[in-house]
């Protein structure tokens, strides 16, 4: 963005013209070729992603996140249900159309349509789900959906020694903007947390990016990706 300068000769910021709040996001399915997102029901998804978590017999899909893994189906069954009936976060269950089950779970949250800024986290992949192409087609249509909305700024945060988070923001396409250290204490832990964003102007390119790697052309028989997504959008 190119900063102006006020009467005084002081660095102000760009005009936004014509700014409008979004409205904050509907709690309904977004379906795209390879899973479908459903806002999280615990009655209907519960099982399935139990079954799929089993899958993680170390806990290691939770190191980084701030809960879990949790003591009991039970216990993990109430979690569902308290995020169930939260509106930020709002949370989706990843349900790959090839299996029809739930694997995973997302969620927007931060949720600020004033200035039009949206977050997504909660991001929990079960074994099943992780490094497929519905992995990544889950964020792509978060993502579109949100710019679609009207909204400005699209966060990612994690924690910083989340290597593997880390990298799944920069292959996104996200931005680096720093680390704030000592922001939280997770788990009896520091945590240090890295922030990643993506403004709405650079999103026609990285929806280009996404919209190619998704593409069935660009997997081989054996489903073996030809074009990386870090590959497509380098340079954009």
Same mark, same amino acid.
């Given at each position: 963005?190119?900063?102006?300068?006020?009467?005084?000769?002081?660095?102000?910021? =760009?005009?936004?013209?014509? %700014?409008?709040?979004?409205?904050?996001?509907?709690?309904?399915?977004?379906?795209?070729?390879?899973?479908?997102?459903?806002?999280?029901?615990?009655?209907?998804?519960?099982?399935?992603?139990?079954? =799929? *978590?089993?899958?993680?017999?170390?806990?290691?899909?939770?190191?980084?996140?701030?809960?879990?893994?949790?003591?009991?189906?039970?216990?993990?069954?109430?979690?569902?249900?308290?995020?169930? &009936?939260? @509106?930020?976060?709002?949370?989706?269950?990843?349900?790959?159309?090839?299996?029809?089950?739930?694997?995973?779970?997302?969620?927007?949250?931060?949720?600020?349509?004033? *200035?039009?800024?949206?977050?997504?986290?909660?991001?929990?992949?079960?074994?099943?789900?992780?490094?497929?192409?519905?992995?990544?087609?889950?964020?792509?249509?978060?993502?579109?959906?949100?710019?679609?909305?009207?909204?400005?700024?699209?966060?990612?945060?994690?924690?910083?020694? *989340? =290597?593997?988070? @880390? @990298?799944?923001?920069? &292959?996104?396409?996200?931005?680096?903007?720093?680390?704030?250290?000592?922001?939280?204490? =997770?788990?009896?832990? *520091?945590?240090?947390?890295?922030?990643?964003?993506?403004?709405?102007?650079?999103?026609?390119?990285?929806?280009?990016?996404?919209?190619? %790697?998704?593409?069935?052309?660009?997997?081989?028989?054996?489903?073996?990706?030809?074009?990386?997504?870090?590959?497509?959008?380098?340079?954009?």
């Amino acid at each position: 963005m190119v900063h102006e300068a006020n009467v005084l000769g002081q660095p102000v910021g =760009a005009r936004v013209p014509g %700014w409008k709040p979004p409205p904050a996001p509907p709690r309904e399915p977004l379906v795209g070729r390879l899973c479908r997102l459903e806002p999280l029901d615990p009655s209907r998804h519960a099982e399935s992603l139990l079954a =799929a *978590n089993a899958l993680d017999t170390d806990g290691h899909t939770w190191t980084w996140l701030p809960y879990g893994p949790f003591e009991s189906p039970q216990a993990y069954r109430d979690w569902l249900e308290q995020q169930a &009936r939260s @509106r930020d976060p709002l949370f989706f269950a990843i349900v790959p159309l090839a299996g029809g089950a739930a694997e995973g779970v997302a969620s927007w949250l931060r949720i600020d349509p004033a *200035n039009g800024s949206i977050e997504v986290g909660h991001i929990h992949y079960s074994p099943r789900l992780q490094r497929g192409a519905a992995a990544t087609e889950a964020m792509y249509l978060m993502l579109r959906r949100a710019f679609e909305l009207g909204y400005r700024r699209y966060e990612w945060k994690c924690n910083a020694l *989340n =290597a593997p988070s @880390r @990298r799944a923001a920069l &292959r996104y396409g996200f931005v680096f903007e720093g680390i704030l250290r000592g922001h939280m204490i =997770a788990k009896g832990r *520091n945590r240090d947390t890295a922030y990643y964003s993506m403004l709405d102007d650079e999103w026609p390119a990285r929806k280009a990016a996404f919209e190619r %790697w998704l593409a069935p052309e660009n997997f081989d028989g054996a489903g073996k990706q030809k074009m990386s997504l870090s590959e497509l959008n380098a340079g954009r």
